[in-house]
Protein backbone atom coordinates (compact mmCIF):
# COMPACT_ATOMS: atom_id res chain seq x y z
CA UNK A 1 0.00 0.00 0.00
CA UNK A 2 1.14 3.59 -0.65
CA UNK A 3 1.33 6.47 1.88
CA UNK A 4 -1.70 7.68 -0.23
CA UNK A 5 -3.57 4.74 0.21
CA UNK A 6 -3.15 4.56 4.02
CA UNK A 7 -2.86 8.25 4.73
CA UNK A 8 1.06 8.01 6.27
CA UNK A 9 3.50 5.24 6.18
CA UNK A 10 2.08 1.48 5.95
CA UNK A 11 2.19 0.17 9.34
CA UNK A 12 1.91 -3.26 8.52
CA UNK A 13 4.11 -4.30 5.34
CA UNK A 14 5.21 -7.40 5.09
CA UNK A 15 3.72 -9.30 7.83
CA UNK A 16 0.82 -11.92 7.94
CA UNK A 17 -2.32 -10.83 10.07
CA UNK A 18 -5.32 -13.33 11.23
CA UNK A 19 -8.53 -11.79 12.23
CA UNK A 20 -11.65 -14.30 13.11
CA UNK A 21 -15.09 -12.66 12.57
CA UNK A 22 -14.08 -10.76 9.59
CA UNK A 23 -16.41 -10.77 7.28
CA UNK A 24 -18.58 -7.68 8.86
CA UNK A 25 -18.78 -4.75 11.74
CA UNK A 26 -15.49 -4.40 13.48
CA UNK A 27 -13.68 -7.48 12.14
CA UNK A 28 -14.59 -6.32 8.54
CA UNK A 29 -13.09 -2.76 9.27
CA UNK A 30 -10.09 -4.32 11.15
CA UNK A 31 -9.07 -6.41 8.02
CA UNK A 32 -9.57 -3.66 5.59
CA UNK A 33 -7.37 -1.48 7.47
CA UNK A 34 -4.69 -4.26 8.03
CA UNK A 35 -5.03 -4.55 4.51
CA UNK A 36 -4.38 -1.01 3.44
CA UNK A 37 -1.54 -1.00 5.93
CA UNK A 38 0.55 -3.81 3.59
CA UNK A 39 -0.42 -7.25 5.83
CA UNK A 40 -1.43 -9.79 4.10
CA UNK A 41 -4.83 -10.42 5.62
CA UNK A 42 -6.30 -14.38 6.64
CA UNK A 43 -10.31 -14.07 7.13
CA UNK A 44 -12.14 -16.53 8.75
CA UNK A 45 -15.78 -16.37 9.12
CA UNK A 46 -18.81 -18.48 9.52
CA UNK A 47 -20.14 -16.63 6.85
CA UNK A 48 -17.64 -17.60 3.70
CA UNK A 49 -19.30 -15.64 1.26
CA UNK A 50 -18.91 -12.55 3.21
CA UNK A 51 -15.27 -13.23 4.30
CA UNK A 52 -14.51 -13.88 0.38
CA UNK A 53 -16.20 -10.60 -0.62
CA UNK A 54 -13.74 -8.28 2.10
CA UNK A 55 -10.95 -10.25 0.83
CA UNK A 56 -11.52 -9.62 -2.88
CA UNK A 57 -12.63 -5.57 -1.58
CA UNK A 58 -8.80 -5.45 0.07
CA UNK A 59 -7.57 -7.29 -2.80
CA UNK A 60 -9.63 -4.96 -5.66
CA UNK A 61 -7.49 -1.94 -3.32
CA UNK A 62 -3.96 -3.29 -4.00
CA UNK A 63 -3.93 -5.32 -0.91
CA UNK A 64 -3.34 -9.36 -0.40
CA UNK A 65 -5.96 -11.30 1.59
CA UNK A 66 -7.21 -15.02 1.80
CA UNK A 67 -10.66 -16.05 3.21
CA UNK A 68 -11.91 -19.15 5.04
CA UNK A 69 -15.38 -20.23 5.97
CA UNK A 70 -15.80 -21.88 8.93
CA UNK A 71 -17.97 -22.54 12.22
CA UNK A 72 -15.09 -21.61 15.13
CA UNK A 73 -18.06 -23.12 17.36
CA UNK A 74 -17.53 -26.43 15.87
CA UNK A 75 -14.33 -28.50 16.99
CA UNK A 76 -13.92 -29.97 14.05
CA UNK A 77 -14.08 -27.36 11.68
CA UNK A 78 -11.99 -25.24 14.06
CA UNK A 79 -9.19 -27.98 13.83
CA UNK A 80 -9.41 -27.94 9.98
CA UNK A 81 -9.30 -24.26 10.05
CA UNK A 82 -6.21 -24.22 11.78
CA UNK A 83 -4.68 -27.09 9.80
CA UNK A 84 -5.12 -24.83 6.64
CA UNK A 85 -3.88 -21.92 8.00
CA UNK A 86 -0.49 -24.00 9.10
CA UNK A 87 -0.32 -25.60 5.71
CA UNK A 88 0.02 -22.39 3.54
CA UNK A 89 1.93 -20.37 6.08
CA UNK A 90 5.14 -20.80 8.28
CA UNK A 91 4.95 -17.70 10.38
CA UNK A 92 1.79 -15.10 11.09
CA UNK A 93 2.78 -11.72 12.88
CA UNK A 94 -0.78 -10.71 13.95
CA UNK A 95 -3.57 -13.05 15.60
CA UNK A 96 -6.52 -11.16 16.52
CA UNK A 97 -9.17 -12.97 18.40
CA UNK A 98 -12.15 -10.95 17.19
CA UNK A 99 -15.13 -13.29 17.13
CA UNK A 100 -17.90 -13.47 19.72
CA UNK A 101 -21.52 -13.69 20.49
CA UNK A 102 -23.47 -11.99 22.49
CA UNK A 103 -25.03 -15.37 24.58
CA UNK A 104 -28.25 -15.95 26.44
CA UNK A 105 -29.89 -12.51 27.90
CA UNK A 106 -30.31 -12.83 31.81
CA UNK A 107 -30.60 -16.10 33.83
CA UNK A 108 -32.17 -17.86 30.99
CA UNK A 109 -29.20 -19.93 30.39
CA UNK A 110 -28.52 -23.69 29.75
CA UNK A 111 -25.40 -25.80 29.88
CA UNK A 112 -25.80 -25.71 25.86
CA UNK A 113 -26.13 -21.80 25.54
CA UNK A 114 -23.54 -21.33 27.99
CA UNK A 115 -20.76 -23.70 26.05
CA UNK A 116 -21.86 -21.82 23.27
CA UNK A 117 -21.21 -18.31 24.26
CA UNK A 118 -17.86 -19.81 25.90
CA UNK A 119 -17.23 -21.28 23.65
CA UNK A 120 -16.54 -18.83 20.85
CA UNK A 121 -16.19 -15.68 23.31
CA UNK A 122 -13.16 -17.66 25.55
CA UNK A 123 -12.41 -21.15 24.13
CA UNK A 124 -11.54 -20.28 20.73
CA UNK A 125 -8.68 -17.08 21.29
CA UNK A 126 -7.22 -19.75 23.90
CA UNK A 127 -7.31 -22.23 21.30
CA UNK A 128 -5.97 -20.72 18.22
CA UNK A 129 -3.51 -18.66 20.25
CA UNK A 130 -1.92 -22.31 21.98
CA UNK A 131 -2.09 -23.71 17.93
CA UNK A 132 -0.78 -21.00 16.19
CA UNK A 133 1.80 -19.93 19.01
CA UNK A 134 4.79 -22.05 16.00
CA UNK A 135 3.84 -19.81 13.61
CA UNK A 136 3.97 -16.46 15.86
CA UNK A 137 7.44 -17.60 17.16
CA UNK A 138 8.60 -17.09 13.80
CA UNK A 139 7.58 -13.30 13.69
CA UNK A 140 10.19 -10.76 15.13
CA UNK A 141 7.74 -8.93 15.75
CA UNK A 142 4.70 -11.06 17.04
CA UNK A 143 1.20 -9.33 18.37
CA UNK A 144 -1.72 -11.32 19.70
CA UNK A 145 -5.00 -8.52 19.98
CA UNK A 146 -8.09 -10.53 21.97
CA UNK A 147 -11.20 -8.18 21.43
CA UNK A 148 -12.95 -8.35 24.78
CA UNK A 149 -15.80 -6.08 26.21
CA UNK A 150 -16.25 -3.22 28.52
CA UNK A 151 -18.77 -6.08 29.87
CA UNK A 152 -15.85 -7.50 31.00
CA UNK A 153 -14.94 -4.65 33.03
CA UNK A 154 -17.89 -3.59 34.97
CA UNK A 155 -20.67 -6.23 33.89
CA UNK A 156 -23.91 -5.86 31.90
CA UNK A 157 -26.87 -6.63 34.21
CA UNK A 158 -28.73 -8.27 31.20
CA UNK A 159 -25.76 -10.86 29.84
CA UNK A 160 -24.10 -12.08 32.73
CA UNK A 161 -22.97 -15.29 30.94
CA UNK A 162 -21.45 -12.69 28.43
CA UNK A 163 -19.59 -10.87 30.73
CA UNK A 164 -18.48 -13.68 32.47
CA UNK A 165 -16.76 -14.86 29.28
CA UNK A 166 -14.84 -11.23 28.15
CA UNK A 167 -13.72 -11.22 31.65
CA UNK A 168 -12.10 -14.40 31.32
CA UNK A 169 -10.32 -12.86 27.78
CA UNK A 170 -9.33 -10.14 29.85
CA UNK A 171 -7.62 -12.47 32.42
CA UNK A 172 -6.38 -14.96 29.78
CA UNK A 173 -4.49 -11.42 27.88
CA UNK A 174 -3.11 -10.57 31.37
CA UNK A 175 -1.88 -14.31 31.91
CA UNK A 176 -0.75 -14.97 28.60
CA UNK A 177 1.18 -11.71 28.11
CA UNK A 178 3.30 -12.36 31.45
CA UNK A 179 3.97 -15.90 29.80
CA UNK A 180 5.19 -15.24 26.44
CA UNK A 181 6.60 -11.70 27.53
CA UNK A 182 10.16 -13.42 27.62
CA UNK A 183 10.16 -14.43 24.26
CA UNK A 184 8.82 -10.86 22.82
CA UNK A 185 5.30 -12.10 21.58
CA UNK A 186 3.27 -9.45 22.79
CA UNK A 187 -0.63 -9.68 23.88
CA UNK A 188 -3.35 -7.18 24.21
CA UNK A 189 -6.50 -6.63 24.74
CA UNK A 190 -9.27 -4.36 23.28
CA UNK A 191 -12.91 -3.90 24.99
CA UNK A 192 -15.53 -1.91 22.96
CA UNK A 193 -18.51 0.36 24.05
CA UNK A 194 -21.68 0.14 22.41
CA UNK A 195 -20.39 0.01 19.06
CA UNK A 196 -22.87 0.60 15.92
CA UNK A 197 -22.69 -2.76 14.22
CA UNK A 198 -25.42 -4.86 12.25
CA UNK A 199 -24.62 -7.34 15.49
CA UNK A 200 -25.30 -4.64 17.57
CA UNK A 201 -28.22 -3.96 16.18
CA UNK A 202 -29.89 -7.29 15.82
CA UNK A 203 -29.18 -7.54 19.59
CA UNK A 204 -32.02 -4.84 20.41
CA UNK A 205 -34.27 -6.13 18.06
CA UNK A 206 -33.92 -9.32 19.53
CA UNK A 207 -34.19 -7.75 23.17
CA UNK A 208 -30.92 -9.31 24.41
CA UNK A 209 -29.76 -5.58 24.95
CA UNK A 210 -31.83 -3.13 27.05
CA UNK A 211 -30.90 0.01 25.29
CA UNK A 212 -30.98 1.63 21.79
CA UNK A 213 -28.00 2.87 20.36
CA UNK A 214 -29.47 6.67 20.66
CA UNK A 215 -29.71 5.74 24.84
CA UNK A 216 -26.04 4.32 24.50
CA UNK A 217 -24.79 7.60 23.06
CA UNK A 218 -26.56 9.37 25.90
CA UNK A 219 -24.30 7.65 28.45
CA UNK A 220 -20.87 8.19 26.94
CA UNK A 221 -19.09 11.46 28.14
CA UNK A 222 -17.85 11.92 24.04
CA UNK A 223 -21.49 11.99 23.25
CA UNK A 224 -21.73 9.22 20.45
CA UNK A 225 -21.34 5.28 20.24
CA UNK A 226 -18.63 3.69 18.45
CA UNK A 227 -18.07 2.75 14.80
CA UNK A 228 -16.37 -0.29 14.05
CA UNK A 229 -13.20 1.84 12.27
CA UNK A 230 -12.79 3.24 15.94
CA UNK A 231 -11.48 -0.18 16.63
CA UNK A 232 -9.77 -1.14 13.97
CA UNK A 233 -7.39 2.25 14.60
CA UNK A 234 -6.36 0.96 17.82
CA UNK A 235 -6.28 -2.64 16.62
CA UNK A 236 -4.10 -1.34 13.45
CA UNK A 237 -1.75 0.69 16.66
CA UNK A 238 -1.55 -2.59 18.58
CA UNK A 239 -0.57 -4.96 15.81
CA UNK A 240 1.83 -2.12 14.76
CA UNK A 241 5.26 -1.65 16.07
CA UNK A 242 3.62 1.66 17.33
CA UNK A 243 2.48 0.07 20.50
CA UNK A 244 5.92 -2.69 20.60
CA UNK A 245 6.61 -1.62 24.72
CA UNK A 246 2.72 -2.78 25.44
CA UNK A 247 1.78 -6.21 26.86
CA UNK A 248 -0.86 -7.24 29.00
CA UNK A 249 -2.80 -4.06 28.24
CA UNK A 250 -6.49 -3.91 28.17
CA UNK A 251 -8.02 -0.72 26.26
CA UNK A 252 -11.38 0.06 26.79
CA UNK A 253 -12.65 1.70 23.65
CA UNK A 254 -16.00 3.04 24.89
CA UNK A 255 -16.07 6.95 24.55
CA UNK A 256 -14.99 7.26 28.10
CA UNK A 257 -18.24 5.35 29.28
CA UNK A 258 -16.30 3.30 31.92
CA UNK A 259 -14.49 6.69 33.23
Known amino acids: MTTAQT ?34 VILVDVNAAGALAVAAEIEANGGSAEAHGADLCDQADLDRFVTAVKSRHEVLDVLHNHAGVTGPRGLEFDVASWNACMTLNAWVPAYLTQQL ?36 VIQFTKATALLLAPEGIRVNAICPGGTDTAGMRAAFQEGAVDASLSAIAATVPLGRVGQPEDIAAVALFLASDASKYMTGTVIPVDGGATV
Open 7 to 40: GGPALLTGRTALITAGASGMGRAGARLFGAHGAH
Open 133 to 168: LPLLRGSDAASIINTASTAGLRGVAGLPVYSATKGA
